[in-house]
């Protein structure tokens, strides 16, 4: 349970909104001074009220008749979200997603800082991807502790990955992304985000069909 | 709007949690005949009340008292979602996260055929990624109308994403998966469903930073 400043409960679903609106007010900036909510929620496809609501548990941002004041509105998000210090990460699982991961422009730009890639597979231990080296999934709690790693992004097969979440929990991280394609079994001990790609298409595929022409 | 059997909307969030079902009775197939709303719910994480509304809008699945018939349910969702027959499916933008779909594995078991790579840059035209062929974006209608291709996936960087976007609507692909990190600009006209990295990570680094301990 993660409480706002008001101390009441943060839902979930607003916390997975706020990087949303960090992104507008980003796109926003230079491109005036302030913005009301009405016009922030009509960019943003939701109401006025829906905006006021999300952001006053972060603080105290609008004011009455004024609206938002987009810099302050950028600077203060960007503090909540942590895009300006930098966030230890390590990708479990050397796969094609993983190996795309090391990459992925936006992460450097987020404070998403990928220090190393763990692998079960012997073949590919000691190499380094992208400057980046494989490391033996043996070693994984060590180097957690010595490199204050908060998250892990799994990109492993589905069947060893609750294995390997159980795993990082007890290893100290703090937080996992879960490429795999199933929902990890953990009981709410760390946060945990879902990228579940062909859940996505799927319900992509069923709206194609069922829409009207 | 999608409406369902009995002629309601379908909200967009339980279309999106379909695909969820389907993950849940593919792993209980071979586990048992049936299994009742509220231990389905249990093992989801919602109530039973909440899947039986979710499930009601596709079908008349279950039988006070008995349940949902695993195998039923299972062949049922994979009708509706169209696991066993073949979704056409291009990818705009090889760069590291398009050309790392050209090998996602999970693709071909949910019935998503990857036909065709898009790109810009004349260089990588012609290339073959994973026996897949990079096409000029010039040729993108002609494609799209000949090999009867459906959805996009979008790997494109974010400053060309809108105009790719309407470009694809007007070629006649009729939904879109974006991985760019921002919302498309297309007023409904086609469905979108989009994988936001850095949203889900900044997300979970938020709620690392402020859990109690």
């Not at 479990?92 to 992925?104: P, S």
């Not at 010595?146 to 937080?175: D, F, H, Q, T, W």
Request: aromatic residues 8%; contains cysteine; glycine residues 8%.
């Amino acid at each position: 349970m993660i409480k706002g400043k008001d101390g009441t409960v943060i839902p979930k679903v607003v916390i997975e909104r706020l990087p949303r609106y960090y992104r507008y007010f980003d796109w926003l900036d230079n491109q005036g001074e302030k913005i009301s909510s009405k016009n922030l929620g009509d960019l943003m496809g939701s109401s006025a009220s829906q905006v006021r609501l999300d952001l006053s548990y972060f603080g105290d941002f609008g004011q009455q008749g004024y609206g938002y004041n987009i810099k302050k509105l950028k600077s203060e998000l960007a503090k909540i979200l942590r895009i300006n210090s930098r966030t230890n990460t390590i990708i479990i699982g050397v796969g094609n997603v993983g190996r795309a991961l090391t990459r992925y422009k936006p992460f450097s730009s987020s404070g998403i800082y990928i220090s190393a890639l763990f692998d079960i597979k012997p073949s590919i231990i000691g190499e380094m991807v992208n400057n980046i080296m494989v490391h033996d999934i043996k070693n994984l709690a060590e180097y957690v502790t010595v490199n204050n790693i908060e998250i892990a992004i799994m990109a492993v097969p589905k069947e060893i990955a609750n294995e390997i979440a159980s795993s990082l929990v007890k290893c100290g991280i703090k937080g996992i992304l879960n490429f795999a394609p199933l929902d990890l079994d953990l009981r709410n001990k760390i946060p945990v985000e879902n990228i579940h790609i062909i859940d996505k298409i799927l319900a992509l595929s069923f709206m194609i069909k069922e829409r009207p022409e």
